[in-house]
């Protein structure tokens, strides 16, 4: 069963720091690009980052950057988000998804999608 589990979400005060894993089974995660989305009540789903198939390629929206970085350890078939200096703002579910995106932010491209992990970001 081809299966993408997140996990790492939680409560964190703002400026404090989470690291959400993507986790696959069935199916061999370094085979495929990694994206990272987020979706905020009453928001449409986003685009956060991005990691190609080879780990040549990485992108990151213009809100995170400098902030979370996204990598990949192929011997857990496991994607990394590392997020740092969390704001308030960052409160959403995240979903990874794995395909092979012409457009990393387009999340229709992608043929694999986790159930989501929240985030939230508050005093």
């Known amino acids: 069963q081809v299966q993408l589990v997140e996990s790492g979400g939680g409560l964190v005060q703002p400026g404090g720091s989470l690291r959400l894993s993507c986790a696959a089974s069935?199916?061999?995660?370094?085979?495929?690009?990694i994206g990272w989305f987020r979706q905020a009540p009453g928001k449409e789903r986003e685009g956060v980052s991005y990691?190609?198939?080879?780990?040549?390629?990485?992108y990151y929206a213009d809100s995170v950057k400098g902030r979370f970085a996204i990598s990949r350890d192929n011997a857990k078939n496991t994607v990394y988000l590392q997020m740092n200096n969390l704001k308030p703002e960052d409160t959403a579910v995240y979903y990874c998804a794995a395909g092979w995106p012409t457009i990393p932010t387009i999340a229709d491209e992608y043929d694999y999608w986790g159930q989501g992990t929240q985030v939230t970001v508050s005093s």
């Open positions: 069935g199916f061999t995660l370094d085979y495929y690009a």
């Open positions: 990691i190609s198939t080879s780990d040549t390629n990485t």
